[in-house]
């Protein structure tokens, strides 16, 4: 019989200097500027320093609530990197600020490109958030996806409001693993707000995947690529839970066109006067 040779993880990389990309306000929310690779070789910067970090990735729900909740609006504008994770975002950044994003930088996938990139470089990872079983079926498939992916904790949510005590212990817990970025899949707003409450306890970057611990973990189907690509994600997982979703993706997506509207309104208003200024400096 043949055995073949496996390559074992390269020894992770020296940290270079940290720098989180460019951001942008879409309603009052700053929105990242970034691709794939970029954001995952910022989130794997941060990590090899083990000084904190909070990552999260928002669709369109997510940046209405931050642009119309001022407690959360606080707490995701002191966020190191927000990418853009539905098409309408990227789409609103590129209109309102021409930042040329050639494709939106989803959670879920952002999360898998930063597990291979981990397996590689022998980055530990942690995760945390959602149900023991849910939790624990997504440590086992990506231990089967990414086999020697460094899995140094995985636990799941008290699904409670946690105490000074537990969140001092939860810390113990993950500084000591020595992972370098923390998975969190509590869902928006909840995550985020978590990760904001841990960023003086948590060494690792805290990443807010959401949906993504269901995705990856093989309990619920994300839509096609070709859903995704005409912005119709939100679609397919409305139709999977409609009696939770239909008001939520109503409302919100209602108020996304509404704020894109007036944003663009004031952007042209904007430039209108700037152009009668240099004009009237001109004669």
Not at 2 to 15: C, D, I, M, R, T
Not at 28 to 55: D, P
Not at 61 to 67: F, K, L, N, T
């Amino acid at each position: 019989m043949q055995v073949l040779e496996q390559k074992a993880p390269a020894l992770a990389e020296p940290p270079r200097a940290l720098v989180w990309p460019e951001k942008y306000d879409l309603f009052g929310v700053s929105v990242s500027s970034t691709s794939y690779i970029s954001a995952a070789e910022s989130i794997l910067n941060a990590a090899r320093r083990r000084k904190g970090g909070l990552v999260t990735a928002l669709a369109v729900h997510g940046v209405v609530e931050a642009s119309t909740t001022p407690e959360l609006n606080k707490i995701v504008n002191a966020y190191d990197m927000v990418t853009p994770d539905g098409q309408p975002v990227r789409i609103a950044l590129n209109a309102l600020h021409d930042s040329k994003m050639a494709s939106r930088v989803a959670g879920p996938d952002l999360m898998l490109l930063l597990c291979d990139r981990c397996e590689a470089t022998g980055m530990p990872i942690y995760l945390y958030g959602s149900t023991r079983f849910v939790v624990e079926t997504l440590r086992d498939q990506l231990i089967h996806r990414f086999p020697y992916l460094k899995i140094v904790g995985c636990e799941p949510s008290l699904f409670r409001p946690i105490t000074e005590e537990e969140s001092q212990e939860l810390a113990e817990r993950i500084n000591n693993s020595g992972a370098g970025i923390v998975f969190i899949g509590l869902g928006c707003p909840l995550q985020e707000k978590f990760a904001f409450q841990h960023r003086h306890l948590f060494k690792p970057v805290q990443f807010c995947v959401g949906a993504a611990f269901d995705f990856h973990a093989g309990l619920k189907r994300r839509a096609p690529q070709w859903m995704r690509d005409f912005w119709l994600e939100w679609f397919f997982r409305m139709m999977q839970e409609p009696g939770r979703l239909w008001k939520r993706y109503l409302t919100t997506n209602t108020l996304f066109i509404m704020k894109f509207v007036q944003q663009w309104m004031r952007r042209s208003d904007n430039r209108s006067e700037d152009l009668d200024s240099a004009e009237h400096r001109l004669t």
